[in-house]
């Protein structure tokens, strides 16, 4: 039996809070999403998407409402409660890869585990083994400028998964890539959903991607619009891959 990964319940998010100038950006949402679930959050700019994306990645807490994730609750949480959360339960892959420049890819892969205070030689060993999993095996020791685009996604995905977080929340991913590059990293996103298990919140606002994912959840003006189940033909794909 599957079991809630993230609970929100009537999520309110104001911004300039008790000004002439405040902002309604979420407007009562409330979204659950079960372990396993490979779910993408839509909506065009200035829908609220990245304010729920940083409330859901534990970056922003809301005005009001609650929000649980992994069973933790993330209301009354101090700052360091909050940022200890997000190193071990939440991996990240954003648009601009955030790679440190003047570590190598091993060494950016070993951070989250390095922030969580895994031994030196567990951690290298972690590394490898997941830059295997990428395809970036043999460009371990090169540095993020000595790397294609797609090598630094896949490089970034392999530390989002360094501490085997409960969710993996991607961020326009594929937006900095071109087609082809995007196709393999998005390829590489169903790899650990359906080897893994990973649970993974994709924020896009390309509904050919959305489409891909087993639920799409389209958001405007702050509020959850529809939410209904991918619709493309990859899904019958990947389920017969999975059969």
Known sequence: MSRKIIEMKEIIKNFYVGTPNELHIIKGIS???????????????????????????????????????DGISIAKMTDNDMSDVRNKKIGF??????????????????????????????????????????????????????????????????RALANNPAIILADEP??????????MVMDLFHKVHREDGKTIVLITHNNELAAETDRIVTIRDGSIVSDMPGTSKFQEKAAAACS
């Open 174 to 183: 594929t937006g900095a890539l071109d087609s082809s590059t995007g196709r």
């Open 93 to 158: 892959v954003f648009q601009t890869f955030n790679l440190i420049p003047r570590s190598s890819a091993l060494k950016n892969v070993e951070l989250p585990m390095l922030y969580s205070g895994m031994e030196g030689k567990k951690r290298t060993q972690r590394a490898k083994e997941l830059l295997e999993l990428v395809g970036m095996g043999d460009r371990m020791h090169h540095l993020p400028n000595e790397l294609s685009g797609g090598q630094k996604q896949r490089v970034a995905i392999a």
């Open 31 to 69: 979204l659950e999403v079960q372990e396993g679930d490979f779910i993408s959050i839509v909506g065009a700019s200035g829908s609220g998407k990245s304010t729920l994306m940083n409330m859901i990645g534990v970056l922003d807490r809301p005005t009001s409402g609650d929000y649980i994730l």
